[in-house]
Each structure stands twice: as structure tokens, then as C-alpha cells.
């Protein structure tokens, strides 16, 4: 991990995504406890899940954006609109305009600007490491990601309670201008020109310059065409971007990438349902701090095992995943079986370790064999179909809780746990899925197309 931070653009890359982590944490813990404040119960905070998660279904249509257009660019605007929309609650508070309504209007389009950044962030590491540093590269991300999670998160409980929900608003905004400003300083090598063996680009053109077939698509709307022009050069266009995403998903349906994603489905619909409760679930015992805790157990879990993914990444994934999320269940039993604070944040946190490892391996996996040109697509397909129960679980789990309570909403995600480790036991295809280096490209429907 430490060899891949010593490259310069990796490090602008790794360092950008931590700042602006580190302010998504409070942002979150602001959000959501803010919404459970003004409304006052489950339904709202289901409903800030959903509108806070429905845009991931979305990202699918982000991808062939990613493969067009300059990575470095993207990352760039992603984050400074996101700076921006997030000082609308703070402003909407300073007039006395805020309401429940005004935090859950703000908080979808924060959401679809991020859409931007995950699958431009896939995309570029595999440009910026050579093959054999991805799955150090990613973990070093996921590192970052659920290591600013832990801490901020915690913290961002304790500063709800003494400054107020509103002001970490303003935290945000500043952190995402810092995280804007590392993109801005970023260079990522074309598509197609992967690192050599000493971190550098081999024959890399700079994310910023573009070949004449881009530049062509890019620049249509410029220059002195005509309005008849135009408009056919708006309609190809058009064409390209649903003949890029139909290749996008072509590729997708014949891959091994559909049963992966297809098991987390199921969890990720319990994980909605869980988070849309979670506030209700804290105040029950200790408010906001507990709330805080809570989530940064969940990034601690997550964090242990991206950290030893590098360590088990040679164990085959089949035996490796369906193991994992048997342990799971026993963890996420016990959190939730015994009345203790201390034993549900550990039990909870424990239950998560499993998911950071399969969010590295998996991500490896798709970055060592998909070819570049199609990476940002095929990044963003799977993660809108495997996440898109997160928002409709996240509803649904919001209103189950006003009916049956938190802790019987948060008992599915076990459920979910027990299911998924099934699931890899029995599919033909997973239970034996080698480990990455070990994998036939060919034969799991990977490699070029």
C-alpha cells in the first residue's frame, strides 16, 4: 500500500477522495439526524434514504459520460457542485426557512453529483497503478474511504450533540472545496494507456487531452455549425452514448459480474432498510452519539477487511465470500440477541468485515480484466443494479420501522447475511470462482470484447 501512495497522481487522487470522505461522514450524520429531528420519525428517515440513494440506480447512465469525457474533470465538478448545493441548508437555516422538506429536497441532488466520482474514481486507478498494484491501490481508497468513515462519523455524533446539525453542513462544503482542489491538480492518462512498471504513463496523454474522434464529440456543440448541424451532430451523439451503454451492458449480462451482484441485491435492500432506522434505533438508547458509533462500527468492520484483502486475496473468492458471510450472520446475531451498547457496536462493526474485503476484491476483479475503454461503463452498471434495492429497502424499511419497530427492521439484514452465504455455497459458478490471478478471463466472460 505504501509503494502506491509514493506515486505523485495516485496520491492527489487517494488524498482528494479522503478530504472529501471525511466531510461525506458528517454530511451524513448531519442529514440524516437533522431530517429525524425536524420530522420526528422512521418514515421521514426512510425517506431521506430514499431520496438519498435512489440516484445510484442512475449511475448506469453515468458510465459512458465517464468513458467520454476527461476523468480528472469530472472528479472536479462532481465535488464542487456538491460544495455548493450542501450551503443551502445553512442558508436555508440563517433565514429560518428550513424545514424537513427543505434538507430531503437538497439531499437527491447531492446524491446524483457523487453519482460521478465512484465510477470516475474506478476508472482512473487502474491508468495511474500498473496491474499488479490494483488491489493494493484499491484498498488504500477503501482505506481512506471507511477509515474518514470511522473517525468522522463518531465524531460527527458527538459534534451533532454540542454544535448543532446544521453547522456540519458548512464542514462539508469547505472539505469538498479541498477535495476539488486535489482533482484539480490530478493528470490521468488517456483510456488504453495503462501504467508501466514504474507507476509512470506509458506513452500517456494527459486526462485533459483528447484524440480528434473525441475532441469531434466533445466540441459539437461549438464553432460555426450551423443549427441544421448542430442538431444532427446532437442526435449522433445521442446515438453514441446508447450504443456505448448497450455495449456496456452487453458485456455485463455475459460476465460472471451478474451473479456476483445479483447476491448483493438482497443485502443491500436488508442495508437500506437498516440505515432508514438506525437513527430511531439510537435514540431509543442513546442518541445521536450512539448514532455516530453505530456507523463508525459499520466503517470499522468495512475498513478491517479492505485492510486484509491484500492478505486473503489468494484464497479463492467462492470459498472465501461464502465462508465470510456465514460469519456474519453469527455476528449480526449476537449484536442484535444481547443488550449491551458495547456488544451491538462490536457485533454490528464485526458483521462488515467480510464486505470491505469483497468490495476491494470485487472491484479488482473488474479492473484487471474489463478493458479500459469500457471499465467506467461496467463500473457504474454494477454498481446501479446491485445497489438499487438500497433505496426502495431503505422506504420500505422506514415505514416497517413506525409499524413493527427498529430492532425487527434490523434483524432482516441477518437475514440477508445467512441468504447471501447460501447463495455462494449453491451457484455453480460462484462456489467455484477462483481467486483474481488465478481467474480464466474467457471463461467467466471477461477480457476484451
Known amino acids: 500500500m505504501r509503494v502506491v501512495l509514493r506515486q505523485t497522481q495516485f496520491r492527489r487522487l487517494f488524498l482528494g477522495r479522503l478530504i472529501a470522505n471525511a466531510g461525506d461522514s458528517l454530511y451524513y450524520v448531519a442529514a440524516m439526524w437533522l431530517v429525524f429531528e425536524l420530522g420526528g420519525s422512521a418514515f421521514y428517515t426512510g425517506l431521506a434514504g430514499f431520496l438519498a440513494r435512489f440516484p445510484m440506480v442512475l449511475q448506469l447512465l453515468v458510465g459512458p459520460l465517464v468513458d467520454r469525457y476527461p476523468l480528472g474533470r469530472i472528479l472536479v465538478s462532481a465535488t464542487s457542485v456538491q460544495a455548493l448545493l450542501l450551503l443551502v441548508i445553512p442558508a436555508a437555516a440563517v433565514t429560518g426557512q428550513l424545514t424537513v422538506w427543505t434538507v430531503l429536497l437538497v439531499m437527491p441532488f447531492v446524491a446524483l453529483a457523487g453519482q460521478f466520482l465512484e465510477p470516475a474514481q474506478k476508472a482512473a486507478v487502474p491508468r495511474l497503478v500498473t496491474r499488479e498494484e490494483l488491489v493494493s491501490a484499491n484498498a488504500a481508497i477503501s482505506v481512506a474511504y471507511q477509515g474518514t468513515n470511522l473517525v468522522f462519523m463518531a465524531v460527527g455524533g458527538v459534534l451533532v450533540g454540542l454544535i448543532g446539525a446544521t453547522a456540519l453542513f458548512v464542514v462539508d462544503s469547505i472539505a469538498l472545496g479541498v477535495a476539488a482542489v486535489c482533482f484539480v491538480l490530478l493528470s490521468i492518462p488517456s483510456a488504453g494507456r ?118 486473503i486475496d489468494h484464497i479463492g473468492m467462492g470459498r472465501l465470500f461464502g465462508i465470510g458471510f456465514l460469519a456474519s450472520t453469527l455476528a449480526w446475531a449476537i449484536a442484535l440477541g444481547i443488550d449491551s451498547a458495547l456488544i451491538t457496536a462490536v457485533g454490528i462493526g464485526a458483521a462488515w468485515i467480510i464486505t470491505g474485503s469483497y468490495n476491494v476484491i470485487s472491484a479488482s476483479l473488474k479492473q484487471s480484466y474489463v478493458p479500459d475503454t469500457l471499465l467506467g461503463r461496467i463500473s457504474s452498471i454494477s454498481f446501479s443494479i446491485s445497489t438499487g434495492a438500497l433505496p426502495l429497502g431503505s422506504l420500505l424499511g422506514g415505514l416497517a420501522g413506525d409499524v413493527f419497530g427498529p430492532t425487527a427492521v434490523m434483524g432482516t439484514v441477518g437475514v440477508a447475511f445467512a441468504g447471501l452465504a447460501g447463495y455462494w455455497f449453491i451457484h455453480p459458478q460462484l462456489r467455484t470462482l477462483p481467486a483474481v490471478d488465478r481467474l480464466d478471463p474467457e471463461r467467466y466472460g471477461l477480457g476484451t470484447t
Not at 197 to 220: F, I, M, Y
Open 194 to 311: 495503462r501504467t508501466g512498471p514504474e507507476g509512470g504513463p506509458t506513452g500517456a496523454v494527459a486526462d485533459g487531452d483528447r484524440d480528434s474522434d473525441s475532441a469531434a464529440v466533445l466540441d459539437a456543440d461549438g464553432g460555426d455549425a450551423t443549427t441544421a448541424e448542430t442538431r444532427i451532430e446532437d442526435t449522433a451523439a445521442t446515438q453514441t452514448y446508447l450504443g456505448e451503454l448497450r455495449e456496456g451492458l452487453r458485456y455485463v449480462r455475459g460476465s460472471i459480474i451478474v451473479p456476483m451482484f445479483v447476491g448483493t441485491f438482497v443485502l443491500n435492500f436488508a442495508t437500506g432498510a437498516m440505515m432508514a432506522v438506525l437513527p430511531v434505533f439510537a435514540a431509543q438508547s442513546g442518541g445521536p452519539s450512539l448514532y455516530g458509533t453505530l456507523l463508525a462500527a459499520i466503517s470499522c468492520g468495512v475498513l478491517l477487511g479492505a485492510l486484509s484483502a491484500s492478505k
